[in-house]
């Protein structure tokens, strides 16, 4: 590590930090949600499909409870991964979270689900990406991590696992012929200027009952503890949840959503600023729309004792708008050499990334006994449906003549890009699942198996658009031609669980992934002639696989639990960008089944209750992943991180207090000298409540305590050394606060 980029990411604390460690490995238990009264091994997950209690899931789930996401002033996506050792979220400069990776897989590869269904994809494009902010944290019940493919339960894309988001709804506060529930609550952090206010209100008039969420928040840039400085913004957003139910009869219920949210983002790009960019401005907006419509009953017939059937339909536009005073070169006069040197002109760039999806989901139960066995088997099928385009606009205008131009040219005389275009056609994608899942009790034995098997089809299908390519360049560098994707694969898990005594336990997971090549990997064409590269269609890519096992043993006593696993995951055929050679100057790029790896670890969960009123708890998480291909390490696997809690609640439950405290090792095992290694460092975060009465309450958070100088391991892997700014801008803020107030009646 260079020695500027040392200073930024290096907390030099190596006693106090082994130290720290070693204490954390003995009393080491994961921050799972859990409230004062909810101890780890009861807490509910719906992982499985059915309602399970965490000790009896054969693999590792982390919950974060609606409890949790209060206590911890949890504010977006990011938050929610903060005290989940083995879990992050990725970022890109201007384009926000790009999604959650989990033991070291991330991207498309881990699937985002809300309410049963799928959301928006991730689109890689530089630091424009566009990703996972369009979720409102005040609507959110519950939020179950799954460690490791998940495909079996959840189709294609939960290869690397899968991150389901639960809303919140009526039967939350409200369970009765006739009630009502009101809540406001506003809440502020420092570190980036966030304010917030929302309020919830729900009712119930005999067999009808509604809840509606609304939150708004305005937001500045975060802080950065250093030299470091991001680009200055100005944001806002809203979101809007309505849940509606109606019991049409005791077995029978009928449900609606509708879920809105909305954000804008005024940005300076100081980034963007160079010797041809006198000043870069822009205005990125965010809107989501979901409608859904849920029927359940519940019975006992042959084939099923409970439906549950939901349809939804979700919309997400995302606009990129940037206006540019610039150098241009769309104006050169052949006839006047001086033009050669560019003039000054505006530029105006319209860049959009859209999807819109239909989906159904049928799951159906059946619990029965067969020879003194007893079964709940869960099956089901869900398609859905998601279009997905990518218009590109961009244009200038000469200042001193007022010409305008659509066709932009790179340098004096180069080829132009001519716009309106699109990065990739106008995609269809086609997905069709059938799972089945039995879990097999032998209660005499002490013995649980669980078979999965799933079937999926999926279909992606390219519409021709003359604007793919419409300045003629890819079809230069070897033709373009759009390929449809029609595969199908059939994924297998299985679990057991061997109860050895009456709170000891041993599981073991086996489980299968896929994921095919989506939208822009097989048929993007794009050029950059600025930059002198350019990215060809492979209309050959086949599916990425993976498998994963995994197996543990857990111990609940009176007043510990106590859980540790080992994983090791295998993926093949990873689709990854490769140079395929030059045309001129231009060097082509081409998305191609080039990757294998191997992702092992442990991890360690446990909670020691001092007493009714205090707690130790804690997790660690160890993974080591390495490049089967190159035989190199890989870059996105987390550092040996820590997580030790230490919470009081008084014995009235009207106030309490809890010390975090975060450890991260050193991380030196990287794909190259050239990138970047991160060293230990320790962050300290104390949270607290004061409940006033029933109506009235107080939370906070002092975060960073220690001040610390430090970026995350997912802000800074596969820098370069010498990336000295951009080390410096991922630099996490220092001391910072959260405070929020909430009022009931």
């Known amino acids: 590590m260079c020695e500027d980029s040392e200073i930024i990411l290096v907390s030099r604390r190596p006693k106090f930090v082994c130290c720290l460690l070693a204490f954390s490995i003995i009393l080491s238990g994961m921050v799972v949600a859990q409230d004062s009264h909810i101890r780890i091994e009861e807490i509910e997950v719906s992982a499985t499909r059915v309602s399970r209690a965490i000790s009896n899931i054969a693999g590792t789930v982390s919950v974060i409870s609606e409890q949790e996401i209060e206590r911890q002033l949890i504010n977006d996506l990011d938050d929610l991964a903060r005290y989940q050792p083995g879990v ?39 630091p424009s990406s566009y990703g996972k902010d369009s979720f409102e944290m005040d609507d959110l019940k519950s939020v179950e991590i799954i460690r490791g493919p998940s495909s079996v339960l959840y189709g294609a894309d939960a290869m690397g696992g899968a991150v389901l988001l639960r809303t919140k709804s009526p039967r939350d506060y409200v369970n009765g012929e006739n009630q009502t529930y009101f809540s406001v609550q506003t809440s502020n952090a420092s570190a980036n200027e966030m304010t917030r206010a929302g309020f919830t209100g729900a009712w119930q008039a005999e067999n009808f009952g509604t809840i509606i969420q609304y939150t708004a928040r305005e937001f500045s840039e975060f802080d950065v503890n250093g030299k470091g400085s991001l680009n200055p913004q100005d944001g806002d957003s809203e979101g809007l949840l309505v849940k509606a139910f109606w019991d049409i009869s005791d077995s029978q ?66 606009l990129q708008h940037t206006e540019q005073n610039r150098t241009s070169y769309s104006f050169i006069n ?81 080829p132009t890009e001519n716009f309106p275009n699109k990065t990739f056609p106008d995609t269809i994608t086609e997905r069709q699942g059938f799972y089945a899942q039995d879990e097999i ?135 990854e960008s490769k140079a395929v050679g030059s045309a001129g100057r231009i060097a082509l790029y081409q998305d191609q089944n080039l990757g294998a790896a191997t992702i092992s670890g442990l991890e360690v969960v446990s909670a020691f209750y001092l007493t009714d009123n205090l707690n130790i708890q804690g997790s660690i998480a160890y993974a080591r992943g390495t490049n089967d291909i190159t035989d190199k390490p890989i870059d996105s696997v987390q550092p040996v991180t820590t997580v030790i809690s230490s919470g009081y609640d008084s014995p009235e439950n009207n106030w309490g207090a809890e010390l975090l405290l975060t450890l991260v090792q050193r991380k030196d095992r990287v794909s190259s000298d050239e990138v970047v290694t991160g060293d230990n460092y320790i962050v300290a975060d104390l949270l607290g409540y004061y409940t006033f009465n029933q109506s009235h309450s107080l939370r906070g958070g002092v975060f960073n305590i220690l001040d610390e100088e430090y970026a995350r391991w997912s802000s800074i892997q596969g820098l370069s050394k010498d990336s000295i700014e951009n080390l410096q801008n991922a630099t996490q803020p220092g001391i910072n606060l959260r405070i929020s107030y909430k009022y009931e009646f």
């Open 253 to 318: 219920q009928l449900s609606i959503v509708v879920d809105q949210y909305e954000e804008q983002n005024d940005v300076m790009m100081l980034s963007d600023l160079s010797r041809s960019v006198s000043s870069s401005i822009g205005s990125d907006t965010t809107n989501r729309d979901r409608f859904g419509i849920g029927y359940s009953w519940a019975g006992d017939l042959t084939f099923f004792d409970a439906v549950d059937l939901k349809i939804q339909k979700q919309n997400t536009d995302a």
């Open 334 to 414: 052949p006839r006047n050499p001086r033009s050669f040197a560019g003039t000054s002109s505006e530029r105006v760039t319209d860049f959009e990334f859209n999807q819109d999806t239909f989906a159904f989901g049928l799951n159906l139960r059946k619990e029965f006994v067969t020879s003194g066995i007893s079964h709940e088997f869960v099956y089901g099928f869900n398609h859905d449906e998601t279009d997905t385009e990518r218009p590109r606009n961009r244009c200038e205008t000469e200042i001193s003549s007022g010409a305008v131009v659509c066709k932009i040219s790179a340098y004096p005389m180069a």
């Open 88 to 126: 992050s979220m990725e970022t890109a400069s201007r384009g926000g979270h790009q999604g959650f990776s989990i033991r070291g897989i991330g991207g498309n590869r881990v699937l985002t689900v809300i309410d049963g269904i799928r959301s928006s994809d991730i689109y890689g494009a530089g």
């Open 441 to 575: 009790s032998l209660p005499e034995l002490g013995l649980t198996i669980i078979p999965g098997l799933r079937y999926d089809s999926y279909k992606m299908i390219p519409l021709f658009d003359p604007s793919v390519d419409s300045s003629g360049i890819i079809a230069g560098f070897g033709g373009f031609s759009l390929s449809e994707v029609d595969v199908d694969a059939t994924s297998a898990s299985l679990g057991i669980i061997y109860d050895f005594g009456a709170q000891s336990s041993i599981f073991l997971q086996y489980a299968e992934g896929y994921r095919p090549p989506n939208f822009d990997e097989s048929n993007q064409a794009f050029v950059n002639l600025g930059y002198s590269y350019a990215t060809v269609p492979n209309a050959n890519l086949s599916a990425e696989s993976s498998e994963s096992f995994e197996v543990g043993i857990r111990q609940s006593l009176d007043n510990a639990f106590l859980s540790v696993s080992a994983f090791q995951n295998t993926y093949s055929d990873f689709i």
